[in-house]
């Protein structure tokens, strides 16, 4: 079965300092990842998205992530983090028709920014 | 043009009770999924619609159940209440060639 692990619940850093969230992810074929922010009481808003191809990612914000299949992860990062990055990170995968199928969400990191 | 709109923002129900959460998708979209987001979780799949018919179901009880309308509209109904039930609801539309948009959700609160 699919499933989505995402070690750290909760970081800190400091604002300008560089970022990287962790995510494992496990399923026998090519899995479609993908990372979501959540503010407070918001919805999820997509960051970026993996399907095949660069297994560099570039997404919004100036997030990026990579996709290395021989390690089953797909880590986010950004190299100088602004306080509005605050909020709750999901990282999630699908299977095939990525674009309508069913995601499965780890259980998410919540990042912390401080001046 | 507007995103997925959902209502209503809050609700708070008692145990045993039944509820409806109502989800407007994005324009062009005509899929519609359903998620549930406990506190400090990450959102769990409940079940997809797609041309009115319930296309996929995640392990959630019969006491959860949908419906989708020609408009693409859906409701999800949750009857007998429990109190494990509080969570976030969250609603997002897909299209083949756009893939996810989600709502900002409908907070549950079951007392």
């Known amino acids: 079965a699919q499933s989505v692990t995402q070690p750290d619940i909760h970081i800190t850093v400091s604002e300008g300092a560089s970022l990287e969230l962790r995510c494992n992810y496990s399923?026998?074929?090519?899995?479609?990842l993908f990372w979501y922010v959540q503010s407070p009481g918001q919805g999820l808003q997509l960051l970026l998205k993996?399907?095949?191809?660069?297994?560099l990612v570039q997404g919004i914000k100036g997030f990026e992530a990579e996709f290395k299949r021989s390690q089953s992860s797909f880590n986010l990062r950004k190299p100088s983090v602004h306080w509005s990055d605050a909020a709750e990170y999901f990282c999630?995968?699908?299977?095939?028709?990525?674009?309508?199928?069913?995601?499965?969400f780890g259980t998410g990191t919540r990042l912390q920014v401080f001046p | 043009d507007a995103g997925v709109t959902q209502s209503p923002t809050h609700l708070i129900k008692t145990r045993g009770q039944q509820v409806t959460l109502r989800c407007s998708p994005k324009?062009?979209?005509?899929?519609v999924s359903w998620y549930q987001q406990a506190l400090g979780q990450g959102p769990q799949f409940i079940f997809q619609?797609?041309?009115?018919?319930?296309?996929q179901r995640g392990n959630f009880p019969d006491r959860f159940s949908g419906h989708q309308f020609p408009n693409y509209s859906s409701e999800l109904n949750v009857n007998a209440l429990l109190l494990g039930d509080s969570a976030l609801y969250l609603c997002?539309?897909?299209?083949?060639?756009?893939?996810?948009?989600f709502g900002s959700g409908t907070r549950l609160t079951v007392v």
């Open positions: 997002a539309s897909t299209s083949t060639l756009y893939g996810y948009t």
């Open positions: 399923y026998g074929a090519t899995p479609y």
């Open positions: 993996y399907f095949s191809g660069d297994t």
């Open positions: 999630a995968v699908g299977q095939e028709s990525y674009n309508t199928d069913k995601l499965i």
């Open positions: 324009s062009g979209h005509d899929t």
């Open positions: 619609y797609y041309e009115e018919e319930e296309r």
